[in-house]
């Protein structure tokens, strides 16, 4: 497609929930990133894949977070067991190399 | 600990004069900057960026000044127009550690261009 493509755009889901969050990059892109943006914060590094490397998950705020990315282009940002401060926009990001990420419109996920 | 900081939540200024938009970091690693734009609703969409071997970097109506030794960079906007009005981060990153495509932002500024 022509840009990054995230769903949902919006989740509401129950504490304790698990839910799965989708990203679709720009074709052809190797990289591919997922941020977060809390409430009154900037934008958190969560993950980075590119190509067939191994993904720098240093970001990930705990292990109920996980992410895979199938087939070089389609990732799933899992978060398991949600919960309140997990609430906030995750921002999925595609790019050929360093620095010129494409962001998508992001997901915004409350959780209560 | 923010090694990126936008110390102003906000700016409101007029249409046509200069918006000055302020960066400070304090990771002296750090060597390229770049500053993005977000509209509501809309993902970040990158504005303009520089090395840290300038100390200037101009695009139309957008210049974005490095100073190291503060550790400070700022973004001009001039003229200033009403669409210009959303929410400017910065961002840093570091090419130490191989790790360059992993970037540190800020908060951001809202900024207000008023007709």
């Known amino acids: 497609g022509a840009g990054v493509s995230q769903s949902p755009s919006n989740k509401v889901t129950e504490k304790g929930k698990d839910v799965e969050l989708r990203c679709d990059p720009i074709s052809g892109h190797t990289a591919l990133y997922w941020y977060r943006q809390s409430l009154g914060q900037g934008l958190e590094f969560l993950i980075y894949?590119?190509?067939?490397?191994?993904?720098?998950k240093s970001g990930l705020p705990s292990d109920r977070f996980s992410a895979e990315r199938t087939g070089g282009s389609v990732s799933t940002l899992t978060i398991q067991r949600t919960q309140q401060e997990d609430s906030a926009v995750y921002l999925c990001a595609s790019s050929l190399g360093p620095w010129g990420y494409t962001f998508g419109s992001g997901t915004r996920l409350t959780v209560v | 600990d923010q090694q990126v900081k936008q110390n102003s939540p906000s700016l409101s200024v007029q249409e046509g004069r200069i918006s000055i938009l302020n960066c400070d970091y304090t990771?002296?690693?750090?060597?390229?900057f770049l500053w993005y734009k977000k509209y509501p609703a809309e993902g970040p969409t990158f504005l303009i960026s520089i090395s840290s071997i300038k100390d200037k970097n101009e695009d139309g109506r957008f210049t974005v000044f490095l100073n190291k030794s503060a550790k400070h960079l700022s973004l001009h906007i001039v003229p200033s127009q009403p669409g210009d009005s959303a929410v400017y981060f910065c961002a840093a990153s570091s090419n130490s550690g191989g790790s360059n495509y992993k970037l540190t932002f800020g908060k951001g500024t809202l900024l207000t261009v008023n007709p």
């Open positions: 894949f590119q190509g067939n490397s191994a993904p720098d």
């Open positions: 990771n002296s690693m750090f060597d390229y």
